[in-house]
């Protein structure tokens, strides 16, 4: 089995920031790419931003230049550092990895339960 779990979401107002964690546990080889989307009320969810096993980084354009994804591949996590939120922002942001499994050696898409960020204005 692997888990994803999430933490960091929470209120806050136009302006301000926020910092979600995700940590990856369970039956785990290792972690191709992580990343975040996100989805918010009668919308689709959508991606926020990605970081490859080489660090490499993916942002939809509405976050560049305020959002900043990362990871710790000794921790098997990964973190979106938020700044400037909008209430635009405000949505349940879920954690994803795509994570090549111990002994079976399948790669397979993993997600979060997701967290709320909820961003006044």
């Known amino acids: 089995q692997v888990q994803l779990v999430e933490s960091g979401g929470g209120l806050v107002q136009a302006g301000g920031s926020l910092r979600l964690s995700c940590a990856a546990s369970?039956?785990?080889?290792?972690?191709?790419?992580m990343g975040w989307y996100r989805q918010a009320p009668g919308k689709q969810r959508e991606l926020v931003a990605t970081?490859?096993?080489?660090?490499?980084?993916n942002y939809v354009n509405s976050v560049k230049d305020r959002f900043t994804i990362s990871r710790d591949n000794a921790k098997n996590a990964v973190y979106l550092q938020m700044n400037s939120l909008t209430p635009e922002d405000t949505a349940v942001y879920y954690c994803?990895?795509?994570?090549?499994?111990?002994?079976?050696?399948?790669?397979?898409?993993?997600w979060g339960q997701g967290t709320q960020v909820t961003v006044s204005s």
């Open positions: 970081v490859s096993g080489r660090g490499g980084t």
């Open positions: 369970g039956s785990i080889f290792s972690i191709e790419a």
């Open positions: 994803w990895a795509n994570i090549i499994r111990a002994f079976s050696g399948s790669r397979e898409n993993y």
